[in-house]
Every structure is written in structure tokens, then in C-alpha cells.
């Protein structure tokens, strides 16, 4: 370090830790004193200002020596301690002589007055001297010293303007010392080697940061890299959060640095224990499925192996009432009467529920017991849980739905994106979002009219009318028994499955706890994992005495009593005849008795009598001719001709154009040709797209085949047993489907039963024989249409069987799984 013209501080090198500092006088000179302000709380004193050449003189040493290794001899030392000799650059005496060089600079005058005849230094600096005032150098130039005495200003009057006027702009400047009173924190003193050895009167870029509080804030740049890493890295420095948010040249570099000193366990953190050092790797990080959020900062999660487990998000608070609940007689709902607390909890709902989610444990927040004003906490698991690269918690700050909690700063129990957070909060305080917003709080007003019998009475007739009315599942009580939220009507209300009796769970009664029935626990985590927190329909057909409503209940296509019977979770109730589902229930039902699964495994099937049939039902008559199919329409209705047709031209007639008549349009590669109707520029083609054709291959059709002297020769039939899909895409991938396979090709033709339209009948193959129809349904192209004739249930089966393993495939218009309606014709009924 260089204090002055004349005085500098050196020290030797480090051996277990800072090395001792020597501060040397250069012996006969005397350069300008630096300027010194005046003593902190003694108003008598005053800034004292730069002596003419000081600055410049201090200027010339610091560049020459900071850094450098030097070689000093003690001439005098003082009674005080104060030690006067010789500093030569280099490593011995032979190296360049700082007094003299600062002489012969005209930085620096010689002490004349104790100068002795006999000694040769003092005289060579007396030459030196005369040298330079000969050429006017430094003071002994013309014009005095005035313009080298600084301006200093050691206040600024709007430090936020200064640091406003140069944000982010990169400034030169010096790190200069300065006297420490405090009591030395462990490390202080390394950590101050540390950075003295490096930036110590070097030239530096400072980035001004930040004007908290009237203190500016800086990032101090070397050409060698940033010193703020480097200390956190060493471990001489931990991050201070409140400045961290304003640091813009990467937060996140700053405590990958911390991090590095504590995994390493390096000077202050020698001690250092991670938060969640009792983890195993699988349990720190993994996937998992989340099955229900809780409030606006938990939710359950599902890992692989089956588990559940409860996850908290890290750092962050959800929304809170202000002050005590005003209504004491109202019970508090903290869902909805908290502000924002249903807005973060449906974010976190719509955005993460059913879904794998990627989660990271911070911290293991330990149980604590009640205190005076703050209730017991179990023991809780923090992480940060992501998904699709998004931090959830991150998401839920910016926009308001949740605040960052604050930590004591040696408080290492928080998220590992924590800043990310703080950043976040930043942005929605700025935006004014959510619970930062000016405006009004969102109020909630939700009747919850669960076991209300008046209330339920009122309201049931409204949701009877409705039909399928939209609701959220927001808990499930047991297999068949939910507590929904239907948004449109914005009320709570009991639901119960409607057509099947699901084992009950355990429940206290007055006279007891009532054993849980076998497979209840099964059935109610079946509809958990099912309908928890998810978005359905229902369809409400009746209400029992108690208020509670009852009727079916469906999620993307699927009759939750149906999905409980199939899993051998439920039975049919004898309720389910009178409805539409009916039937469905008994086969499922049926299949699994037959598996002995669940319920069933201890099943014993009862003799049945047998029973005469005194008449016998009509048989299905199968009787194939041979037909040629001339066309395939847009519904899949296909055009049949008992005879193939006839040679229509023997050669090109002339050719017309006249709007309104028929022609005929020949096909030169397929050789076929056929009837079409011009307007204007495009032709319609009976059952077919519009087209655009060359006139080349147009000519009038002859009299004897005019429609209204040759009636139609093809016949209208309909495919029997399917459904065409109404989807515009898929229904067009069936067409071109039956295109390929038969059009103008002779097939097996049989009427199976009569339409409205037109006869339904099964097609086959001319060469394998083949059931084209069923084909389409094995591939997944159509879905089956049931029929109720007993005399078809053979044919009906069969096409069932195939459509549920087309579906088991996931094969073309299954690929997305079971996308129909419950009320769809395939179930056997129409409504």
C-alpha cells in the first residue's frame, strides 16, 4: 500500500495466514501531505486539502510499486517505532532507488538540513534535485501547484441520483484503505488479505448497483474477474439477501459460488451441515404425480412406488386473512374467505393436477410445538417443484398469488432458487398482481349447502333441469361419496354415486366406529386418483333425505359407477334399472364375478334352472350375392349394382359446354366414367367433392342413358353394426379407407336389417371373404352400432369384442382412449 509520496506499508509472504505489515519512510525527502478529512463527531476540525504534487506523487509510487516485490533498508528508527531507510525495486540494492526516482521527477524535495558531506546517497539526490529544478520538472515547473490540488467531495448531496445518472455504467476508480474499529468476525482478517492482495490501489471498473438507505451499492470489476465470486467461492464471504435483488451481474452466480464453499466446507463454513444431508439422492430428487393441492403452498404427490407424500412448496406464504375474522358466528372457510386463496389454489389445480412433476427438496422443516399466538406445525418436506422447466413457486409470486418469506441471514433452510423468488415478488409489486393490487379483493360467496335438506330441496330442481352440469371434485369421502363445487351455481353439495353399492368406509357413530367394509379403502383411493380436484360433469336424478344429491358422475368420457363396477370396486344397485347405464353396469358387473376379483373372489355362483323357450326366436338368415360397388359417399353410405356396367361409349363424341346438362367425364387410366352436372367453371359430382377438368375429357351424354330415360342403376346401402365417427378428419380417413378396399370392385353383399334410409347390410370380401365392416372396427376406423335384436347378438358380440380391442390398442380413432359421451348410441339406448 502507498500512503504518501514518501511512506509506504509492505509486508513478506503469507504463512498460515496474513503475513505482518511494515510501513517504511524514505529517508531525505519529503513529499506534499494528502489531503485528510475532518474527524467524524469533532465539529472544530476541518478537511484538511492536498499539499501542491502530493496526489501525483502518491500516484507515481502506487504505480510503480503496488504489486511489486521490493527490497528496503532501515537507516533510523525511531522512538515511536517509525522506521526511515531506502527502497529499491528488485530483489537487492541494485535495482532502481524510489527516493531518487521520485527527485529526479520533481515529485519530491531533499531534506537539506541533515544532509553529511561524506554520505554519497544524500549527495546524488541533492544532484538529482538541481537536475530537475533545471528542467522545470514537476513542482519546479512554471505556474505553481494549484491545478494539482484535488477538488475531493467526501458527501454526496442525492446519492440516488448520482447512482441513477451511472447505472450499470462501468466507472474507473481505486480501492483505497481505510481504518477498521469493529471487532474482527472469524476469517476477518484472511479475508481482508485476501482482497487487499488483489485489489488494493489497483485500477478497478465499479458498477454502481443500488442506493438503499442513502449507501450505494457496487460491483467491483478487475481485469483478473469479479472479486465478489472469488470471496464467496474461498468461503471468506456468504450472500446477503436484501442486496442480492439488485445485483446485475447474475445472482445466480453468486450462490453457485456459496454453494462450491459449502459443499467443499472451506474457512466460515467449516461447520457447515446441509439441510438436507440425511437424504438419500432419491429422496432429494424425484418425479412424482400430483393428486391434490392443498390450499395455495402444499399438494400430495404421488412417487412411483405408490407412496403418498405431502410437499410443500419452499419459501413462500400463501395468502393470509388481515386481522382476526370479523363474523365469529360464521364458520371460516379458509378457501374462500381468505383473498386470493382460491385464485392460487385453482392455479396450481388447473396447472399441475394428474401431471408428473420434477421435485427438488430444499430443507425438512422440523415439527414445532404451539405457542402463545402460532399453532403446532408437523413436520414438514420444502422443494421446489417444477414442471416443463416452469418453478411453481416462482409462477405462483409473479403473479401475486403468494409472498417470499424472509430469513434470518445464517438461515440456510430455503428454496435453492430463492432469489428467483425475490426477483419474482419484485416484478407482481411492481405490476400491482394479485395481493399487491390496488383494487378491491375478490370476494367469494359460495353456499355451501351440504346436509342442508331446506337448501338442497330449493336447489334441486334447478340442477335436475340441467342435465350435465360442470363441477370440481374437491374432496372424496369414500368410493361413491364427494363434496363438489359447482362453479355456475357457486355452491358446495354432497354427491352420491347414483346405480352401485360401494363398501363403506370407517366412520364414527353414535354407538361407535363403524368397521371399515373389505376393499372400502381401495375403492375410495380408485376414485381419488380418478376424480380428485379434477374438473367433471354430473347429472343429478334424485336426492335422499338427508340433502345429499345422487346421480352419475363423468370425467373425459368415463361413468365413474361404471369405472368402480368394471375395477370390481362396486356392485349394481337395483336402482341402476331404471337408467340408461344399466345395462352397462350388469356386463361389467358380470365380467368381473366371472374373474372373482376384489368383491368377487369369494363369489359362489347359484345353479340355474333351466327354462324352456315355448317359441323360437327368429334367426339371422345370411345370404350373400355378388354385387359391384360403384360408389362410396361422404357418410359411408356405398352405391351397389347388381350387373357390372355396361360399355357406355365406343368412341369420343363432340365436345359441349353448356351449363346445366349432364355429361359424361372419361377416365383414360381407369377407364371409367361418370355422371356430372357443369356450373360455371367446377362440376358436381353425384355423392362426390367438386372438381376442376380439362374439357378434353368431357362429353354429353348420349339420349338413351339420360337419367330420365335410364333410371338409377346402382342401389343405396348402409354399413351394418358401426358408427362413422363425426369428426370431419376421421370420418374422411374411413372413406378413403372403403375407397381403397372395394370401390369399383365385385363383393359378398347381405341384408341384415332394414334403416330408414336405406337396408344395412354386412360386405365381404369377393376373395376372403372377409367382413369388410368388422375389419374397419378390429383396425379402430368406426365404433359399433349395438342392436337390440336377439337374433344379432352373435354378430353384435363379435363386433364388441373387436372394438374393445381396437381400443385396448389405442388403434386411429382410439389412439386418445375412450372419447365418448355415456349417452352415446353404443350403449344401447338413445335419449
Known amino acids: 500500500c502507498v500512503l504518501s509520496g514518501c511512506a509506504i506499508i509492505v509486508r513478506g509472504q503469507p504463512r498460515g495466514g496474513p503475513p505482518p505489515e511494515r ?86 524535495t531533499v531534506r537539506r538540513e541533515g544532509i553529511r558531506g561524506n554520505n ?31 477538488d475531493l467531495k467526501y458527501t454526496i448531496e442525492n446519492p440516488r441520483n448520482f447512482v441513477d445518472s451511472l447505472h450499470q455504467k462501468p466507472i474507473n476508480g481505486k480501492n483505497t484503505p481505510a481504518d477498521g474499529t469493529e ?13 487487499e492482495s488483489r485489489l488494493l490501489q489497483r485500477d478497478v471498473q465499479i458498477i454502481l448497483e443500488s442506493c438503499p438507505n442513502q449507501i450505494i451499492l457496487g460491483t467491483i470489476l478487475h481485469p483478473n474477474g469479479n472479486i465478489t465470486e472469488l470471496l464467496l467461492k474461498e468461503g471468506f464471504a456468504r450472500c446477503v439477501d436484501w442486496s442480492m435483488a439488485v445485483y446485475t451481474q447474475g445472482a445466480e452466480k453468486l450462490r453457485a459460488a456459496e454453494r462450491s464453499a459449502k459443499e467443499r466446507k472451506v474457512r466460515i463454513w467449516k461447520d457447515y451441515v446441509a439441510p438436507t444431508a440425511n437424504l438419500d439422492q432419491k429422496d432429494r430428487q424425484f418425479v412424482a404425480k400430483v393428486m391434490q393441492v392443498v390450499n395455495a403452498d402444499a399438494m400430495v404427490v404421488k412417487l412411483n412406488s405408490g407412496e403418498y407424500k405431502t410437499i410443500h412448496l419452499s419459501s413462500i406464504r400463501p395468502p393470509r386473512i388481515e386481522g382476526e375474522n370479523k363474523d365469529k358466528d360464521k364458520r371460516f372457510r379458509p378457501l374462500y374467505d ?81 432469489d428467483e423468488l425475490l426477483a419474482a415478488e419484485a416484478r407482481a409489486i411492481k405490476n400491482g398482481k394479485g395481493l399487491h393490487s390496488k383494487k378491491e379483493v375478490p370476494i367469494h360467496r359460495v353456499a355451501d349447502i351440504s346436509g342442508d335438506t331446506q337448501k338442497a330441496k330449493q336447489f334441486f330442481p334447478f340442477l335436475q333441469r340441467a342435465g350435465r352440469s360442470e363441477a370440481v371434485v374437491e374432496y372424496v369421502f369414500s368410493g361413491s361419496r364427494l363434496k363438489l363445487y359447482m362453479p355456475k351455481e357457486t355452491c358446495l353439495i354432497t354427491f352420491l ?21 373389505p376393499f372400502s379403502d381401495e375403492a375410495m383411493l380408485f ?14 336424478e334424485s336426492m335422499d333425505k338427508a340433502g345429499n344429491f345422487i346421480g352419475w358422475l363423468h370425467i373425459e368420457g368415463v361413468n365413474l359407477s361404471v369405472a368402480l363396477v368394471e375395477s370390481a370396486l362396486s356392485k349394481v344397485h337395483f336402482t341402476a334399472e331404471r337408467s340408461a347405464y344399466y345395462k352397462t353396469l350388469v356386463s361389467a358387473e358380470e365380467a368381473c364375478r366371472q374373474r372373482k376379483e376384489k368383491i368377487w373372489a369369494n363369489y359362489e355362483e347359484k345353479p340355474v334352472e333351466e327354462v324352456v323357450h315355448l317359441s323360437e326366436e327368429k334367426e339371422r338368415v345370411a345370404n350373400y350375392r355378388a354385387v359391384y360397388v360403384t360408389e362410396i359417399t361422404d357418410t359411408l353410405h356405398i352405391y351397389a349394382q347388381d350387373k357390372l356396367p355396361a360399355r357406355l361409349f365406343s368412341s369420343a363424341v363432340s365436345y359441349l359446354h353448356k351449363c346445366g346438362k349432364e355429361f359424361q367425364r372419361f377416365v383414360d387410366k381407369e377407364k371409367q366414367a361418370y355422371q356430372m352436372r357443369i356450373s360455371r367453371e367446377k362440376l358436381h359430382r353425384p355423392r362426390r367433392d367438386r372438381e376442376v377438368v380439362s374439357s378434353t375429357h368431357l362429353a354429353a351424354m348420349p339420349p338413351a342413358f339420360s337419367t330420365r330415360t335410364l333410371p338409377a342403376q346402382a342401389t343405396e346401402y348402409a ?75 352373435k354378430m353384435v358380440t363379435e363386433y364388441l369384442n373387436s372394438q374393445e380391442s381396437a381400443k385396448s390398442a389405442r388403434l386411429n380413432i382410439w389412439r386418445y382412449g375412450d372419447f365418448r359421451a355415456d349417452d352415446a348410441d353404443e350403449f344401447g339406448y338413445s335419449r
Request: hydrophobic fraction near 35%; aromatic fraction near 6%.
Open 120 to 150: 554519497p546517497e544524500q549527495a546524488r539526490l541533492c544532484e538529482l534535485e538541481d537536475q530537475s529544478k533545471a528542467s522545470k520538472k514537476g513542482m519546479w515547473s512554471e505556474g505553481g501547484g494549484t491545478h494539482t490540488i484535488r
Open 719 to 793: 354399413f351394418a353394426f358401426i358408427q362413422v365417427p363425426q369428426d370431419e378428419d376421421a370420418r374422411a380417413d374411413v372413406v378413403d379407407c372403403v375407397v381403397r378396399d372395394i370401390q369399383n370392385s365385385q363383393c359378398l353383399l347381405n341384408v341384415e336389417y332394414s334403416g330408414a334410409t336405406c337396408p344395412h347390410v354386412t360386405i365381404q370380401f369377393g376373395d376372403t371373404k372377409d367382413d369388410v365392416g368388422l375389419g374397419l372396427v378390429k383396425e379402430g376406423w368406426v365404433m359399433v352400432d349395438v342392436r337390440k335384436e336377439k337374433h344379432l347378438q
Open 338 to 418: 381468505i383473498p386470493y386463496m382460491f385464485e392460487a389454489r385453482e392455479f396450481l389445480r388447473k396447472k399441475l393436477i394428474g401431471k408428473k412433476v420434477n421435485v427438488t427438496v430444499d430443507y425438512i422443516r422440523a415439527a414445532t410445538g404451539p405457542g402463545e399466538s402460532t399453532p403446532a406445525f408437523a413436520e414438514r418436506t420444502c422443494a421446489t417443484v417444477t414442471i416443463g422447466g416452469i418453478n411453481i413457486a416462482e409462477a405462483l409470486v409473479s403473479k401475486g398469488l403468494a409472498t417470499v418469506i424472509r430469513y434470518r441471514q445464517d438461515d440456510d433452510q430455503r428454496s435453492s432458487h430463492y
Open 183 to 195: 471487532t474482527p468476525e472469524p476469517f476477518a482478517a484472511e479475508a481482508k488479505f485476501f482482497t
Open 23 to 108: 510501513q517504511i519512510n524514505l529517508s531525505n525527502i519529503r513529499a506534499g501531505a494528502m489531503a485528510r478529512r475532518a474527524a467524524q463527531g469533532q465539529p472544530d476540525t476541518k478537511d484538511t486539502p492536498d499539499e501542491p504534487w502530493a496526489f501525483q506523487a502518491r500516484e507515481f509510487l502506487r504505480k510503480k510499486l503496488i504489486g511489486k516485490e521490493v527490497c528496503f533498508t532501515v537507516e533510523i528508527k525511531t522512538a515511536l517505532g517509525r522506521e526511515y531507510g531506502m527502497v529499491y525495486l528488485g530483489k537487492d540494492t541494485s535495482g532502481e532507488n524510489i527516493a531518487e526516482s521520485l527527485v529526479n521527477e520533481g515529485l519530491a
Open 527 to 540: 376414485t381419488k386418483e380418478l376424480v380428485m380436484q379434477r374438473e367433471v360433469e354430473v347429472e343429478v
Open 497 to 517: 354415486l347414483a346405480g352401485i353399492e360401494c363398501p363403506r368406509s370407517s366412520r364414527n357413530l353414535p354407538g361407535g366406529m363403524q368397521v371399515a367394509e
